[in-house]
């Protein structure tokens, strides 16, 4: 945590031109106000506590490691046993490279060292979502600082409070470990400095995106139009063409290269496969496949937890290639609100909302949607957030049953070595998985 107030603190602001469509003389923007990030700081160490207790609890109660947790500790003990990223499918070793592109798992090598076990690691991931809250916090702070220090600082606080409570986050915390918990702090340090316009310091907690999933290669390439957008055309070309470049290599070379079927088995998501990215009709009428009313509702879902505010920033485009690759996958667990698929938008649309109210704080014109963005959003989005934790009965609410601080008669096998690891089921298509339903460690 010491880390991450370390990067949210600090900021000699740059004389910035409007955004798009703002009148000259709104040019000169107030400047972001200096602030102590400790209470942002704060707000984050009380989320890790919640988190970790109900990572703690429901690791107790697990009687084994679910497949995602168990395939990635195979991959850890490889990389630290210097040997190729390899896990185990009843017996088959499966090079994890073939499978995603995700090197980024290396950084957790020397912490397996010391504590080689599945708890430790996760509470890790616990860790870095509790560090977003810090960031999204401190930046709501930092740029709604202008109109009174306490008022700014208690709208942060309840809008940092709404994020760590949002349901995307929440369902990514458990006993499984993921991917997500790397992207999620980096592309909330990366937005948070394109809204503070250091834009050096934005392409650089960008760029390592492309080592923890293939797929965010576009992340970081739409980051590059928002800057783009911002009117930083070389800093945006240059995200857009790395975040492009990126994901041919590895999709195209990296991956097919290690895998066992020499082909990025993915592919096989798109129902007419890769060849249907080429045609816009078809990419249009997979998406407008609202599979039962399930991708909608996602989509409300998303919105709602920002009061439908975060469409006023260009922020929220980051968040299309996300919900564009879930929505096109023929498989129907990616695209309703289960699992840890959304937790990557969460920062998204949360800085979106932070962005959003700034606008219209600072050149609003439109009466109500101002008074909306300045008055009521952040109560709106605080009482949604807390709504949903009750009604979509999210991990949060079991903080206060007994039960959670009950010892487990059984713990969960947290063996360091893979070989204690449980034993996954066979994966199809040649030993490789197409579905997230499948034990794939994503």
Same mark, same amino acid.
């Given at each position: 945590?010491?880390?991450?107030?370390?990067?949210?603190?600090?900021?000699? %602001?740059?004389? @910035?031109?409007?955004?798009?469509?703002?009148?000259?003389?709104?040019?000169?923007?107030?400047?972001?106000?200096?602030? $102590?990030?400790?209470?942002?700081?704060?707000?984050?160490?009380?989320?890790?506590?919640?988190?970790?207790?109900?990572?703690?609890?429901?690791?107790?109660? =697990?009687?084994?490691?679910?497949?995602?947790?168990?395939?990635?500790?195979? =991959?850890?003990? &490889?990389?630290?046993?210097?040997?190729?990223?390899?896990? $185990?499918?009843?017996?088959?070793?499966?090079?994890?490279?073939?499978?995603?592109?995700?090197?980024?798992? %290396?950084?957790?090598?020397?912490?397996?060292?010391?504590?080689?076990?599945?708890?430790?690691?996760?509470?890790?991931?616990?860790?870095?979502?509790?560090?977003?809250?810090?960031?999204?916090?401190?930046?709501?702070?930092?740029?709604? @600082?202008?109109?009174?220090?306490?008022?700014?600082?208690?709208?942060?606080?309840?809008? &940092?409070?709404?994020?760590?409570?949002?349901?995307?986050?929440?369902?990514? !915390?458990?006993?499984?470990?993921?991917?997500?918990?790397?992207?999620?702090?980096?592309?909330?340090?990366?937005?948070?400095? !394109?809204?503070? =316009?250091?834009?050096?310091?934005?392409?650089?907690?960008?760029?390592?995106?492309?080592?923890?999933?293939?797929?965010?290669?576009?992340?970081?390439?739409?980051?590059?139009?928002?800057?783009?957008?911002?009117?930083?055309?070389?800093?945006?070309?240059?995200?857009?063409?790395? @975040?492009?470049?990126?994901?041919?290599?590895?999709?195209?070379? !990296?991956i097919p290269h290690f895998s066992a079927g020499g082909s990025y088995?993915?592919?096989?998501?798109?129902?007419?496969?890769?060849?249907?990215?080429?045609?816009?009709?078809?990419?249009?009428?997979?998406?407008?496949?609202?599979?039962?009313?399930?991708?909608?509702?996602?989509?409300?879902?998303?919105?709602?937890?920002?009061?439908?505010?975060?469409?006023?920033?260009?922020?929220?485009?980051?968040? !299309?290639?996300?919900?564009?690759?879930?929505?096109?996958?023929?498989?129907?667990?990616?695209?309703?609100?289960? &699992?840890?698929?959304?937790?990557?938008?969460?920062?998204?649309?949360?800085?979106?909302?932070?962005?959003?109210?700034?606008?219209?704080? =600072?050149?609003?014109?439109?009466?109500?949607?101002?008074?909306?963005?300045?008055?009521?959003?952040?109560?709106?989005?605080?009482?949604?957030?807390?709504?949903?934790?009750?009604?979509?009965?999210?991990?949060?609410?079991?903080?206060?049953?007994?039960?959670?601080?009950?010892?487990?008669?059984?713990?969960?096998? %947290?063996?360091?070595?893979? $070989?204690?690891?449980?034993?996954?089921?066979?994966?199809?298509?040649? @030993?490789?998985?197409?579905?997230?339903?499948?034990?794939?460690?994503?």
């Open positions: 945590m010491a880390t991450i107030a370390t990067a949210v603190d600090g900021y000699d %602001a740059e004389q @910035g031109s409007a955004p798009i469509g703002v009148p000259a003389q709104s040019r000169h923007r107030r400047r972001p106000v200096r602030r $102590s990030t400790l209470p942002y700081l704060l707000l984050g160490l009380l989320f890790l506590a919640g988190y970790a207790v109900l990572t703690v609890s429901r690791y107790r109660q =697990e009687a084994s490691l679910p497949p995602g947790t168990a395939l990635i500790m195979q =991959e850890i003990h &490889g990389y630290a046993s210097l040997s190729a990223p390899d896990f $185990s499918v009843h017996g088959v070793p499966v090079n994890a490279l073939g499978l995603h592109f995700s090197p980024v798992l %290396a950084l957790l090598v020397p912490l397996y060292w010391v504590f080689p076990n599945a708890l430790t690691l996760l509470l890790v991931q616990d860790l870095l979502f509790a560090g977003s809250v810090t960031i999204v916090a401190a930046t709501a702070g930092r740029l709604w @600082g202008g109109h009174g220090r306490t008022q700014a600082r208690g709208r942060a606080l309840c809008l &940092g409070a709404a994020y760590g409570l949002s349901w995307g986050l929440q369902n990514a !915390v458990g006993t499984d470990l993921r991917l997500t918990c790397f992207a999620v702090p980096l592309v909330a340090l990366s937005l948070r400095n !394109v809204l503070l =316009e250091r834009w050096q310091r934005a392409g650089l907690w960008a760029l390592p995106l492309v080592f923890v999933q293939e797929d965010l290669a576009l992340t970081v390439a739409l980051i590059g139009v928002v800057v783009v957008l911002r009117r930083r055309w070389a800093a945006g070309a240059v995200l857009i063409g790395f @975040g492009v470049a990126a994901l041919l290599i590895t999709v195209d070379w !990296v088995t993915y592919w096989s998501q798109l129902p007419g496969g890769y060849l249907d990215l080429l045609s816009p009709l078809k990419l249009l009428h997979h998406l407008a496949d609202v599979g039962g009313g399930t991708k909608l509702a996602t989509l409300g879902y998303l919105l709602a937890v920002t009061g439908f505010l975060a469409l006023r920033s260009p922020l929220a485009l980051v968040a !299309v290639p996300t919900l564009a690759w879930r929505f096109l996958a023929t498989d129907p667990a990616y695209w309703g609100t289960a &699992g840890h698929y959304s937790a990557v938008l969460m920062p998204v649309l949360f800085l979106a909302l932070v962005d959003a109210v700034h606008r219209c704080e =600072e050149y609003g014109r439109v009466g109500w949607l101002r008074r909306y963005a300045t008055q009521s959003a952040v109560p709106v989005v605080t009482a949604v957030a807390l709504t949903l934790c009750v009604s979509l009965h999210l991990p949060v609410t079991d903080l206060f049953k007994p039960a959670t601080y009950r010892a487990a008669a059984h713990q969960a096998a %947290a063996a360091p070595l893979p $070989s204690a690891l449980p034993s996954a089921p066979p994966l199809p298509n040649a @030993g490789l998985p197409v579905s997230p339903r499948s034990p794939a460690p994503r």
